[in-house]
């Protein structure tokens, strides 16, 4: 008989705090604590983040070994974020990991944050296949990868500045919206009209930036404030049906010309900005028009999850790619 391989992941790069059981590849359990008390303070505080991951992630593991009915001593191999991500927040995940895996004595695997973001497609039965290009958006990056294996991916394309989800977010915060403001543009972008033209930035290549245009939103608001100044209030939805229009043509361009220059039948999005009704619209439309395969992964799969950081624990278990207990987190650590 084969041996059941278990991986236990911890997700811990943000404000979220998540764990995961994965069992030969397949998720058993996915458990997120979702922190709330930024929503009014207009992003996450990097001090309070890490606090609540400290309170978060012993019920958030035990809640996952449950739901998934594993008992400890049936782990292979505890996985966790090592980076990207805020310092402090990595922190609690990398050092709960790293106790748990001693006092287990099974390996330890630090596993790339936006690797994870794209290995989530095999979370799910139906996955793409290589070689692929991906869309990665998230609230700290915006970048198209192309995929040759699990664990070999190129980076082709990302942002200069600010990334697709934090251009969402800051131009929610001037419209008055709770953080994060991904979900609320598109939720309000559904009652309304994309009837504003807001400049889509000329970039070479497959790079990307969102800071122009944040500001060109900025400047079309404090002009529009300045004749009426309940302008935000009278036609927030059309505002936001145009934001969100605006940065789904910036991000479909870039895609279009990476599937011109990159021959591949399939093509998939991921990351927190993927949850975008909008966007999995047009990507879905984009993948019509050049008939190719497309891959979008359901909601839990697309924001942060523990189940992709224990789905890519696996891959680099199966080609033993183990980390020392020595491992720190790093908030900048590249693909
Ligand atoms: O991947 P993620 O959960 O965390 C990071 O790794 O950053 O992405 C979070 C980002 C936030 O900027 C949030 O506003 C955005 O994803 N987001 C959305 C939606 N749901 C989440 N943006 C647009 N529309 C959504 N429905
Ligand atoms: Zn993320």
Known sequence: MTKNIVILAIESSCDDTGAAVIRNGNVLSNCVATQLNHENLGGVVPELASRQHILQIVPIVDKALKTADIDLSEVSAVAMTKGPGLLGSLHVGVSFAKGLALSLSVPLIEVHHMQAHILAHFASQTHPSFPFLNLTVSGGHTEIVLIHSHLD???????????????????????????????????????????????????????????????????????????????????????????????????????????????????????????????????????????????????????????????????????????????????????
């Open 153 to 335: 991916m190129e980076l082709v394309g990302q942002t200069f500045d600010d990334a697709a989800g934090e251009a969402f977010d800051k131009i929610g915060k001037m419209l008055g919206l709770p953080y994060p403001a991904g979900p609320h543009i598109d939720n309000l972008a559904k009652k309304g009209q994309p009837k504003i033209d807001f400049p889509v930035p000329v970039i070479a290549d497959l790079d990307f930036s969102f800071s122009g245009f944040k500001t060109a939103v900025l400047y079309y608001l404090q002009k529009k404030t300045k004749e009426d100044k309940d302008y935000i209030i009278h036609h927030l939805e059309d505002i936001c049906a145009s934001v969100q229009a605006t940065i789904v043509k910036i991000l479909l361009q870039k895609m279009e010309r990476a599937i011109k220059k990159y021959n591949v039948s399939d093509i998939a999005v991921s990351g927190g900005v993927s949850a975008n009704t909008g966007l999995r619209a047009g990507f879905q439309r984009l993948g019509n028009t050049w008939k190719k395969n497309v891959f979008i992964p359901p909601f839990e799969y697309c924001t942060d999850n523990a189940a992709m950081i224990g789905v890519t624990g696996y891959y680099k278990y199966l080609q033993g790619k183990f980390c020392s207990l020595e491992v720190a987190p790093d908030p900048r650590m590249k693909i």
